[in-house]
């Protein structure tokens, strides 16, 4: 990012959405395109998330999608405690569990059914 000075675009991974790069990139990370699962900006999840914990860097995609899979897992386990009957409930077209910005379900296949953002 230094060394680029924003001559060229820059698209980084997961890895590189951290709140310690605007700190250090500064000016020079402006524009930069992060590619990452889920966008929690403004997002009430994350609000709440930074409330709890206290600390503003400390919520990110990946707390989501581990809040939004223990939801579904509390969910499917409400209906059923065996193994198998969680995976069918997950598996059902009308599963549903709240998630940390939405509807947390799944297609037949098992991925979770999101339109991309």
Known sequence: IEMNNRRLPIL????????????????????????????????????KANGVWGNKDFASWRTALAYDATQAFIAALNITQSRIGIRRELAKPGFSANGSIGTVNFRSEGDRNRPPS
Do not use: C, H, I, Y
């Open 12 to 47: 980084g991974g997961d890895s590189m959405f951290n709140p310690r790069v605007p700190r250090f990139a500064k000016e020079r990370a402006v524009g930069m395109v992060l590619a990452v699962p889920l966008e929690l900006t403004g997002s009430a999840f994350l609000q």
